[in-house]
């Protein structure tokens, strides 16, 4: 199970894992929690962690599809990414709101759990980099090419499907769609594929339009 952990002190912190899971020298095991103190971003401890428990119960293509939709939810809902983002709120009252918007949603109870040793361990305002760490770690592991596409205004699926079939005809079959929203781009989008990046955001024409109209005066 992924009980929600009491918050740590120190270095070292509680992150969910499994039970019983071999100690390799850098791992240290407590009871439905795993404490690492070294190696990898934090991000990414937690989506291992994750990943490991999801496929400890045979329960990783739910798993998948709750943090995908979490992704999702974050970047719609600028009440919910206030929650996240707060520092002036109480631990408790943070993880309590945070849980009672999940299970509105319907989300199942590993994620949901999840979400509550995050906010126990302080470490909301890292959710976001968290659903972004266990996307690229399931790609990885399925061997899908990741495409992080950052648009001004959160994209409906219709759109997504449409991005999709580009990408398809660009020769990027399997491909795994990551979404984030930055207002400041203004419109269009930036994809990142790998070491490719397309850029047809607003911003960048309107900055590419300012050093044309500068060389020319």
Known sequence: MLDAAPPVQGPDERVPGRRGRPNHGNDELASDATVISQGGGLADRYAVALYAHAEDIRALDPVVAD????GRLIDAS???????????????????AALAVLSAEGFGKTVHD????????????ELRAMVNAFAALVAA???VVTARVV????LDE????????RLIEAGYGNVAIERSVDPTLLGGL?????????DSSLKSRLQR???AMKGAA
């Open 190 to 198: 930036v994809v990142r594929i790998g070491a490719r990046l397309y």
């Open 114 to 125: 999840f979400v509550g040793v995050v906010a126990s361990n302080r470490r909301l305002r």
């Open 78 to 96: 600028a009440d919910f990414r206030r929650l996240l983002e707060s520092p002036v709120i109480d631990v408790g009252q943070a993880r309590q």
């Open 158 to 165: 219709i759109q997504v499907s449409q991005l999709r079939a």
């Open 209 to 211: 339009l300012q050093h």
């Open 67 to 70: 943090m995908e939709s979490l």
């Open 141 to 143: 592991r399925r061997g």
């Open 151 to 154: 648009s001004a205004h959160p």
